[in-house]
């Protein structure tokens, strides 16, 4: 249940008759005010009213993005229902997003629909460091197993980061903030439209002096900075009024130091490391618009390709990690309305992917893969107010064989009450990543990861829709879930010729929990949300030595609360205060890493129609945490900045 708000426009549904993949569905309401009306684009791949989509999500919208003045998307999602993240050290560092429990490598990471996951990393998972807030304009997060649509690695959920789109008028955007530890950042766009051509384009740099990833509370003294550069595009070429052709592209680069485990005593310590990331994501398709409308088709090819390298600078520069992750796919999807309140989708997809890693300049491990996909859904409103959904994809895997996955979900909406209720069941795979089925340590006889969940749901609008309440329900239970395994001589099985270790099908886990949402606008000038989730995510592994114990980094408790006022005089001033609850670092639970508060204050003020002036302060109480053993986060830190438009 979201606890954010979307506003509607009329440029949303435009967005998503064009955006690859974007679409999500919803189980709150509000918009910037709940008594907006609310369409959502990514749970069916095309947009839908709220009150007809049963699956549960949030939607964050350019507007609360630019209120919340954050940096990093990492840390706007640790603030949403159902998601946690850990991070190894300051901004910049390897970050793990966790939904609902589910391994950080079962999530789909998008970017303007585009996949982002890296094929290259040991589970095929997507680093969220390098993800900055930039000219991104909604995030979205459909929680739950969604395989039907988004294929493999879809068991905990999806997240979409959508950047600015076109525009019809010109329009100019510039940021620019300095704070903490020479702490610096510029961000623009640009977008407009001239004649059938319509595009956005827009460019960010970030950098930082930054803290100690090995934790200063623990004797970090060296100070691991962080540089970035990213730029987006978006363009949209109108041949006719049924036909178009749209491009889009992402790119980022960064490089953070990081620490490590020195010599001689190999304990974890300040290193002189630098790790370097570039990414590249790409998508180029056309679009038809058949039947007044009523049939509308896309063929597109996607590209995603990260390159990670990691330099020793203690002594002569030695490189001692490199590796190249790629994505390439093709795909139709075809939406038909059939008749009003019936929408039926389908598509083909072809994904291959290909990786190569090496360390300290060893020759390099080589794999590849492909997937042949083919889903259908079918969208019906049989009577006034409810809503029903069902679909089934079929992928084949040129290793390991196909899997077959089917969703179902419900909404119906009370209009007397302002009631809407939801239920949902999904089910979800992830095949297994190329390091786990080609590289040195890999198994080719491994099968995909499977999951089955399922969620229940109300959402309550109350005195003439300022009020807002929502809670769902959630389970869900994973099988064949692939971990590593050491080998024993003698070395047969599985462990023929991997000395070192394998990975096998051998784990379950079952995650369940609840998610309770508030959204509040009791007076025009004030808004209030709020959200608690429990998650209780356990290992169900039979025989297992850590069975009925907690996951990895998956706190049970998380509460986030955020409350708005605009003054009279144009002042606007906020807090989010922000509770994650203690967790375990270690199979066994027997290295627990505490929980943590922190406290954000924000404030803007319109200097021109066109100028605001920003500020803020993050982690007031200066509170010492971590979300990942020994790896420090930063303390009481300050903002200042300036935002244009035109």
């Excluded at 095929?124 to 294929?151: A, D, K, M, Q, Y």
């Excluded at 075809?334 to 090496?358: A, P, V």
């Excluded at 959200?531 to 990895?552: I, K, M």
């Excluded at 199979?587 to 924000?602: C, I, Q, T």
């Amino acid at each position: 249940m979201p606890t954010t708000f979307l506003k509607v426009t009329a440029s949303t549904l435009a967005f998503a008759a064009s955006l690859s993949g974007a679409a999500i569905a919803q189980d709150t309401l509000a918009a910037t005010d709940p008594r907006e009306p609310i369409v959502v684009v990514t749970a069916n791949r095309t947009a839908q009213p709220v009150e007809r989509v049963g699956q549960s999500i949030t939607v964050v919208d350019s507007e609360e993005i630019e209120r919340r003045q954050t940096q990093s998307v990492a840390d706007i999602l640790r603030t949403l229902p159902g998601v946690s993240i850990s991070r190894n050290g300051p901004i910049g560092s390897t970050t793990s997003v966790f939904i609902r429990g589910a391994e950080s490598d079962q999530t789909v990471a998008l970017i303007d629909g585009i996949k982002l996951n890296d094929p290259s990393t040991p589970g095929g998972g997507f680093n969220f460091g390098n993800l900055l807030t930039g000219n991104i304009e909604r995030i979205e997060v459909l929680r739950g197993p969604s395989s039907v649509l988004w294929g493999s690695q879809a068991i905990g959920g999806v997240i979409n980061m959508i950047t600015r789109q076109p525009t019809e008028d010109l329009a100019v955007n510039l940021r620019g903030e300095y704070g903490y530890r020479d702490t610096g950042q510029l961000v623009g766009n640009i977008s407009g439209k001239a004649g059938p051509l319509s595009a956005s384009a827009g460019a960010g740099y970030f950098r930082t002096d930054g803290i100690s990833a090995f934790s200063e509370a623990r004797g970090g003294t060296e100070k691991d900075g962080y540089e970035n550069f990213g730029a987006n595009g978006n363009v949209n070429l109108a041949l006719n009024d049924a036909i178009s052709i749209d491009a889009r592209g992402w790119y980022s680069e960064g490089r953070v130091n990081i620490d490590g485990f020195p010599a001689p005593s190999f304990a974890f310590g300040d290193v002189n490391e630098e790790s370097r990331t570039r990414e590249l994501v790409g998508y180029t398709g056309i679009n038809a618009a058949l039947f007044d409308g009523r049939f509308r088709n896309r063929l597109g090819y996607a590209y995603t390709d990260t390159r990670r390298r990691s330099i020793a600078f203690d002594g002569p520069p030695t490189e001692t990690f490199a590796s190249h992750g790629r994505n390439e796919r093709i795909e139709y999807q075809g939406i038909f309305d059939i008749t009003d309140g019936w929408q039926l989708t389908g598509g083909l997809e072809r994904e291959t992917s290909r990786f190569s890693s090496s360390s300290y300049g060893a020759p390099p491990t080589l794999g590849r893969a492909r997937i042949d996909s083919i889903y259908g859904q079918i969208v019906a409103s049989p009577v006034t107010g409810l809503t029903l959904t069902g679909g089934v994809r079929h992928d084949d895997h040129n290793r390991f064989g196909g899997a077959t996955t089917f969703g179902a979900s419900g909404a119906y909406a009370i209009d007397q009450t302002g009631t809407i209720l939801r239920a949902s069941y999904a089910e979800g795979f992830k095949a297994p990543s190329l390091f786990q089925l080609q590289s040195d340590f890999g198994n080719q006889q491994l099968q995909p990861e499977r999951s089955k969940g399922w969620d229940a749901g109300v959402t309550q609008n109350l005195v003439e829709g300022r009020l807002q309440a929502s809670a769902t329900y959630f389970r869900r239970n994973s099988d064949d879930l692939i971990i590593f395994v050491s080998c024993t001589a003698p070395l047969t099985g599985i462990c023929a010729n991997r000395p070192s270790g394998t990975y096998d099908n051998v784990s379950k886990a079952r995650a369940e929990g609840v998610e309770i949402g508030l959204a509040m606008v009791p007076v025009d000038a004030l808004r209030l949300q709020a959200n608690y989730t429990f998650t209780d995510a356990t290992n169900r592994s039979p025989g297992n030595v850590n069975f009925g114990r907690q996951l990895v980094r998956r706190p049970q408790h998380s509460v986030s609360a955020l409350v708005d006022f605009t003054w009279g005089f144009g002042l606007e001033t906020g807090v989010t205060l922000t509770h994650v609850g203690a967790n375990f670092d270690n199979a066994n639970n027997s290295r627990k890493v505490e929980g943590y508060v922190l406290a954000d204050l924000r404030a803007s003020f319109p200097v021109t129609e066109r100028v605001d002036i920003y500020a803020r302060v993050e982690n007031l109480f200066d509170e010492r945490y971590e979300t990942v053993f020994r790896y420090g986060s930063p303390g009481r830190a300050g903002y200042a900045g300036v935002r244009l438009r035109y």
